[in-house]
């Protein structure tokens, strides 16, 4: 192909400065014309006339030169019209490329913006806005060799496609239907063995989508009662989980302690449980309810503690504290299950403080049916007058129970040291218990018809203490002793009550008044004294000789008589205080006097007071 025009697309040669610089010039004539020594001025010239020879020649020279410029003339139209072309082929280049770029630019300013809208024309950033193209990787199928595929084909595969979703899904569903109705049985079953159990199941209060089952007491106060109820919540493996709500702060007990000196002498604390987490539903209820109705004791406690300050009943930081069994006391706290220290209960007694505890509990659910019996009954007129809240009486009875129990030993252990000592002196003197209301074997047929036997039981709680003795002294009189203690008014405490019920008409206790009172055991204590010496003064008269004996004042302990060989009188007197029963005499000039400390026996040897009298009536 001669006729295919070859053109170099090099660029247009710059010019170069370095070109045009002396040194360079000099260096270009010396390689070409040699030393400057052969360049002269004659030199010169006739290379000028030779190019003027050449350039103006013969005319075929002429004619030639024609040719040449007319061809050159047609290759510079045909390079004119390639530059043409070139410039056109090369703006549609640029023009496809810029193309390009805004359009991988669009696509990039979805996911890499900041460094996409560098490369984003003027006119595109005007006119689309960023992130608006986007662009997504689609597989390209194979050809099956065919350009035309059945319409028949595509829909059956259409369709298989479907009916295997379709069947995936009801696979699917059916799965999860099957692991929910699983869920759903085991929790009505956990449902329906709370109920079965007893316990109430309700629809929870606000909330009437969400089962809920009360475990609380419906007479407790409305702190406690509105706290007494869980709601049933499902877990994921459908079992039942107690939510018992956001005032819940964990398993209580309430403690009962007995304590000296800072040391535990008895405590109601048993082992602690170990945590079973597979416990049934209603073990975990039975837990919550009795430690809520442990707490609602304890809050109690406090607000009747505030109204005993004169039975010596103190609120020590979280403690109820009372005296119990001289400088002993009872220290009631609630202490929290999860954080309960272990303790060695085997060496401790724990007879006390689980009968404070039982009590406590016993009178609380008293209380209850108190409050029970009070909403049965008519509602009151109207009033503007608020109603209070009654304030329970949970600490009374213990008390009573306590002092009641504290003075009737103090009076048994004085009264038996009284008799060892009278029978010491060879005198008798008995003392048994009638009654008590501490003991509880009486049989179920004395009991009335009207009360169940935990009716009986409260009453004998909450009645004041009552105790009964029976005193024969030396001269057979016969005393009746009635202990009473209650710390409601007016008495607060115990007081006695002392009857005479027979007494020989010559005895010094015949003139005393049948019934005297007292408050303290001190002035009952010295009136048991009192009497008991005057008694045995009157049992020595009483004798044959005794007639010629004679009381110098019906309320003194002593006989005188006149002496045969004496001008001072002969004299018996008797005593009792703190150091046992004493006894004085001076007959017939001569003086004596023994003592017969409570409690203990007399040495061999030692005559009685009966030996004594003997000898010297």
């Given at each position: 192909?001669?006729?295919?025009?070859?053109?170099s697309?090099?660029?247009w040669?710059?010019?170069?400065?370095?070109?045009e610089s002396?040194p360079y010039l000099?260096?270009?004539?010396?390689e070409?014309?040699?030393?400057?020594?052969?360049?002269?001025?004659?030199?010169?010239?006739?290379?000028i006339r030779?190019?003027?020879?050449?350039?103006h020649?013969?005319?075929?020279?002429?004619?030639d030169?024609?040719?040449?410029s007319?061809?050159?003339k047609?290759?510079?139209?045909?390079?004119?019209?390639?530059?043409?072309?070139?410039?056109?082929?090369v703006?549609?280049?640029?023009?496809?490329s810029?193309?390009?770029?805004d359009?991988v630019?669009l696509?990039?300013?979805?996911?890499?913006?900041k460094?996409?809208?560098?490369?984003?024309s003027?006119?595109?950033?005007?006119?689309?806005?960023?992130?608006?193209l986007?662009?997504?990787?689609?597989?390209?199928?194979q050809?099956?060799?065919?350009?035309?595929?059945?319409?028949?084909?595509?829909s059956?595969?259409?369709?298989?496609?479907?009916?295997?979703r379709?069947?995936?899904?009801?696979?699917?569903?059916?799965?999860?239907?099957?692991?929910e109705?699983?869920?759903?049985?085991?929790y009505w079953l956990?449902?329906?063995?709370i109920?079965?159990?007893?316990?109430?199941?309700?629809?929870?209060?606000?909330?009437?989508?969400?089962?809920?089952?009360?475990?609380?007491?419906a007479?407790?106060?409305?702190?406690?009662r509105?706290?007494?109820?869980?709601?049933?919540?499902?877990?994921?493996?459908?079992?039942?989980?107690?939510?018992?709500?956001q005032?819940?702060?964990g398993?209580?007990?309430?403690?009962?302690?007995?304590?000296?000196?800072?040391?535990?002498?008895?405590t109601?604390?048993?082992?602690?449980?170990?945590?079973?987490?597979?416990?049934?539903?209603?073990?975990?209820?039975t837990?919550?309810r009795?430690s809520?109705?442990?707490e609602?004791?304890?809050?109690?406690l406090?607000?009747?503690?505030?109204?005993?300050?004169?039975?010596?009943?103190?609120?020590?930081?979280?403690?109820?504290c009372?005296?119990?069994?001289?400088?002993?006391?009872?220290?009631i706290?609630?202490?929290?299950?999860?954080?309960?220290?272990?303790?060695?209960?085997?060496?401790i007694d724990?007879?006390?403080?689980?009968a404070?505890?039982?009590?406590l509990?016993?009178?609380?659910s008293?209380?209850?049916?108190?409050?029970?019996?009070?909403r049965?009954?008519?509602?009151?007129?109207?009033?503007?007058?608020s109603?209070?809240?009654?304030?329970?009486?949970?600490?009374?009875?213990?008390?009573?129970?306590?002092?009641?129990?504290?003075m009737?030993?103090?009076l048994?252990?004085?009264?038996?040291?009284?008799?060892?000592a009278?029978?010491?002196a060879?005198?008798?003197?008995?003392?048994?218990?009638v009654?008590?209301?501490?003991?509880?074997?009486?049989?179920?047929?004395?009991?009335p018809?009207?009360f169940?036997?935990?009716?009986?039981?409260?009453?004998r709680?909450?009645?004041p203490?009552?105790?009964?003795?029976?005193?024969?002294?030396?001269?057979?009189t016969?005393?009746?002793?009635?202990?009473?203690?209650?710390?409601?008014?007016?008495?607060?405490?115990?007081s006695?009550?002392?009857?005479?019920l027979s007494?020989?008409?010559?005895?010094?206790?015949?003139?005393?008044?049948?019934v005297?009172?007292?408050?303290?055991?001190k002035?009952?204590r010295?009136?048991?004294?009192?009497i008991?010496?005057?008694?045995i003064?009157?049992a020595?008269?009483a004798?044959?000789?005794?007639s010629?004996w004679?009381?110098?004042?019906r309320?003194?302990?002593a006989?005188?008589?006149?002496?045969?060989?004496?001008?001072?009188?002969?004299r018996?007197?008797?005593?009792?205080?703190?150091?046992?029963?004493?006894?004085?005499?001076?007959?017939?000039?001569r003086?004596?006097?023994?003592?017969?400390k409570?409690?203990s026996?007399?040495?061999?040897g030692?005559?009685?007071l009966v030996?004594?009298?003997?000898?010297?009536l």
């Amino acid at each position: 192909m001669t006729d295919q025009l070859l053109i170099s697309l090099r660029p247009w040669p710059s010019d170069d400065k370095t070109t045009e610089s002396l040194p360079y010039l000099i260096a270009r004539i010396n390689e070409q014309r040699g030393s400057f020594r052969s360049i002269t001025e004659a030199s010169l010239e006739e290379e000028i006339r030779a190019a003027e020879t050449t350039e103006h020649g013969s005319p075929a020279n002429n004619y030639d030169d024609v040719e040449d410029s007319q061809d050159s003339k047609a290759k510079g139209e045909e390079l004119a019209g390639a530059r043409e072309e070139i410039i056109k082929r090369v703006g549609e280049a640029y023009n496809t490329s810029s193309q390009a770029l805004d359009l991988v630019s669009l696509l990039l300013t979805g996911h890499v913006p900041k460094v996409a809208e560098a490369t984003v024309s003027p006119y595109v950033r005007q006119a689309i806005p960023f992130g608006s193209l986007g662009a997504e990787v689609m597989q390209v199928t194979q050809d099956a060799g065919s350009d035309e595929v059945s319409e028949d084909l595509v829909s059956l595969g259409w369709r298989m496609r479907s009916l295997t979703r379709s069947a995936d899904s009801l696979l699917t569903s059916a799965t999860r239907l099957e692991q929910e109705v699983e869920r759903e049985t085991t929790y009505w079953l956990q449902v329906l063995a709370i109920k079965a159990a007893g316990w109430p199941v309700c629809r929870l209060p606000g909330d009437r989508h969400a089962l809920a089952v009360r475990f609380g007491f419906a007479e407790a106060h409305a702190d406690f009662r509105d706290r007494g109820i869980a709601v049933l919540r499902r877990n994921e493996d459908g079992s039942v989980e107690l939510d018992y709500g956001q005032r819940w702060d964990g398993e209580k007990r309430l403690s009962v302690c007995v304590v000296k000196d800072g040391r535990t002498l008895a405590t109601s604390k048993e082992q602690p449980a170990a945590t079973d987490d597979n416990k049934s539903l209603a073990q975990r209820l039975t837990r919550a309810r009795n430690s809520l109705f442990d707490e609602e004791i304890y809050h109690e406690l406090n607000r009747e503690a505030r109204n005993l300050v004169n039975q010596e009943v103190r609120c020590v930081g979280d403690n109820v504290c009372f005296p119990y069994d001289g400088d002993s006391q009872i220290e009631i706290s609630l202490m929290d299950v999860a954080e309960e220290s272990p303790l060695d209960v085997s060496s401790i007694d724990k007879t006390t403080p689980a009968a404070i505890a039982m009590a406590l509990r016993l009178l609380l659910s008293h209380a209850h049916r108190q409050n029970l019996q009070r909403r049965s009954q008519p509602p009151l007129p109207i009033t503007d007058a608020s109603i209070t809240r009654p304030l329970y009486s949970l600490l009374r009875p213990i008390l009573e129970i306590i002092q009641h129990q504290s003075m009737r030993k103090s009076l048994q252990a004085e009264l038996s040291g009284l008799g060892v000592a009278l029978s010491s002196a060879g005198l008798t003197m008995s003392v048994e218990e009638v009654f008590s209301s501490l003991s509880w074997n009486r049989s179920i047929d004395d009991l009335p018809n009207d009360f169940s036997i935990t009716e009986s039981l409260i009453k004998r709680l909450i009645l004041p203490r009552h105790s009964q003795v029976a005193l024969r002294l030396p001269q057979q009189t016969n005393l009746k002793l009635d202990i009473y203690t209650s710390v409601f008014p007016p008495t607060f405490g115990t007081s006695f009550q002392l009857t005479t019920l027979s007494t020989a008409a010559e005895s010094a206790l015949a003139d005393m008044p049948a019934v005297l009172h007292f408050t303290t055991i001190k002035k009952l204590r010295e009136h048991i004294w009192y009497i008991t010496a005057l008694d045995i003064i009157s049992a020595f008269r009483a004798w044959p000789k005794g007639s010629l004996w004679i009381m110098p004042s019906r309320y003194q302990a002593a006989l005188e008589r006149k002496a045969a060989s004496s001008v001072r009188k002969d004299r018996l007197s008797v005593y009792v205080d703190q150091e046992g029963f004493k006894a004085f005499w001076q007959c017939n000039g001569r003086t004596g006097s023994r003592l017969w400390k409570f409690g203990s026996r007399a040495d061999e040897g030692v005559p009685s007071l009966v030996e004594v009298v003997k000898d010297h009536l």
